[in-house]
């Protein structure tokens, strides 16, 4: 039976920083789906479809590497998908306390769903889709922190909303 892994996450946009968490992962388990949502106490620049759109181009080089969302609880799409762990990346202890409650909350909805928390490679401890958002909103490039198309994505984005 394959080992699929699952990495959701806001993913608005996917960073650098993610796609070395993907990778590191893909390179452990026979499968990996990475799982975009909207997460609701955060209000999206980009669509799910968008979203779903730049992680495929961005992992295209990973084989092992699907993308795919849901709507409801991350514990049934992972019941559903025969998975057998979450993966979520960690850049600094202030990431701990809010992926500990969810890693928690999961496994009390579903005593099988393990969570596994991989530390960011150090060169993207501090990075986040938000600083990505607000420097890319100021104009300034973002090249060294995401791949091209997200980095075009971005600049169309910003120049449409002005
Ligand atoms: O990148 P983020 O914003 O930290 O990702 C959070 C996300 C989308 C992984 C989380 O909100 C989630 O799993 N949502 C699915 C709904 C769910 O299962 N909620 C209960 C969590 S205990």
């Not at 961005?58 to 709507?71: A, G």
């Not at 099988?112 to 490679?121: A, G, R, W, Y």
């Not at 501090?126 to 997200?150: D, F, N, Q």
């Amino acid at each position: 039976m394959k080992r699929i892994a699952i990495c959701p996450g806001s993913f608005d946009p996917i960073t650098n920083g993610h796609i070395d968490v993907i990778k590191r992962t893909a390179e452990l388990f026979d499968g990996v789906i990475v799982a975009p949502l909207n997460n609701p106490s955060k209000k999206p620049l980009f669509s799910l479809e968008e979203k779903i759109e730049l992680i495929l181009n961005c992992t295209s080089d990973i084989p092992n590497v699907k993308v795919e969302s849901f709507s409801g609880l991350l514990t049934d799409f992972f019941a559903v998908k025969q998975a057998i762990v979450v993966v979520k990346g960690l850049r600094a202890v202030s990431d701990y306390e809010n992926e500990l409650q969810m890693a928690v909350g999961n496994r009390h909805l579903n005593g099988k769903l393990e969570t596994l928390f991989m530390p960011t490679s150090t060169e993207f401890s501090y990075l986040s889709s938000s600083m990505v958002k607000e420097v890319a909103s100021l104009g300034k490039t973002v090249e060294s922190w995401v791949h091209p198309i997200v980095s075009e994505a971005l600049e169309k984005k910003y120049r449409k909303h002005g």
